[in-house]
């Protein structure tokens, strides 16, 4: 069992950037999770950002972030990042991380963590 608590979400105006960060905890190996990151709007349905393998060899990204978002992991800190760059009002959202023992492709996850509010400002 692992538990995900996100930081680094806030207010940002259009074309700026913020960092978030999703640190796990728990008696566990870090690095046998695949870890993803969803944003949700409310009264829609989670959606998929980004998600990046126990090594950090293959990452996947939403169309919508390409170019922009980079998902990241350091094991060592057993830390997740994500750097959110050329950010658009779209992008607001409350953004969670999960993890899950499947592969970048995976559908369901072990852990989500209780969610960092990114606001984006036109």
């Known amino acids: 069992q692992v538990q995900l608590v996100e930081s680094g979400g806030g207010l940002v105006q259009a074309g700026g950037s913020l960092r978030l960060s999703c640190a796990a905890s728990?008696?566990?190996?870090?690095?046998?999770?695949?870890m993803v990151w969803f944003r949700q709007v409310p009264g829609k349905e989670r959606e998929f950002v980004a998600a990046?393998?126990?090594?950090?060899?293959?990452?996947r990204y939403a169309d919508s972030v390409k170019g922009r978002f980079t998902i990241s992991r350091d094991n060592a800190k057993n830390t997740v990042s994500l750097q959110m760059n050329s950010l658009n009002p779209e992008d607001t959202a409350v953004y969670y991380c999960?993890?899950?023992?499947?592969?970048?492709?995976?559908?369901?996850?072990?852990?989500w963590g209780q969610g960092t509010q990114v606001t984006v400002s036109s």
């Open positions: 990046i393998s126990g090594t950090g060899l293959s990452t």
């Open positions: 999960a993890a899950t023992r499947g592969t970048v492709y995976t559908q369901t996850f072990n852990s």
């Open positions: 728990g008696r566990t190996f870090f690095s046998t999770y695949v």
